[in-house]
Nanobody
Framework: VQLQASGGGLVQAGGSLRLSCAAS????????MGWFRQAPAKEREFVAA????????YYADSVKGRFTISRDNAKNTVYLQMNSLEPEDTAVYYC????????????????WGQGTLVTVSS
């Protein structure tokens, strides 16, 4: 499966952005989808994930209540709605896909998009 992330940009603290990740290739609806991020000089970290049907979602504690992950299997797209953004959210955001159970370990996600930069100014 090939993934293409988009929607990043520059936003002021307290603002919102919506990231999109379009998938092509194999059957999108079979895959668990996730978002990870990597800030400058920091390791990549899990942000959110959603099951194949959309009925199960998982969030990092740092974004819970502010970010919402969703998917549209008819459009082969997963979204990350980010509200109440903070400067600490500044990072390159990557979408990822995997089959099987949920995990927050990025090394267990075999498919990755190219990343989209989110910059939150204070």
């Amino acid at each position: 499966v090939q993934l293409q992330a988009s929607g990043g940009g520059l936003v002021q603290a307290g603002g919102s952005l919506r990231l999109s990740c379009a998938a092509s290739g194999r059957i999108f609806s079979s895959y668990r989808m996730g978002w990870f991020r990597q800030a400058p000089a920091k390791e990549r970290e899990f942000v959110a994930a959603i099951g194949w049907s959309g009925d199960s979602t998982y969030y990092a504690d740092s974004v819970k209540g502010r970010f919402t992950i969703s998917r549209d299997n008819a459009k082969n797209t997963v979204y990350l709605q980010m509200n109440s953004l903070e400067p600490e959210d500044t990072a390159v955001y990557y979408c990822a896909a995997r089959l099987g159970a949920h995990t927050t370990y990025g090394s267990y996600w075999p498919y990755w998009g190219q990343g989209t930069l989110v910059t939150v100014s204070s």
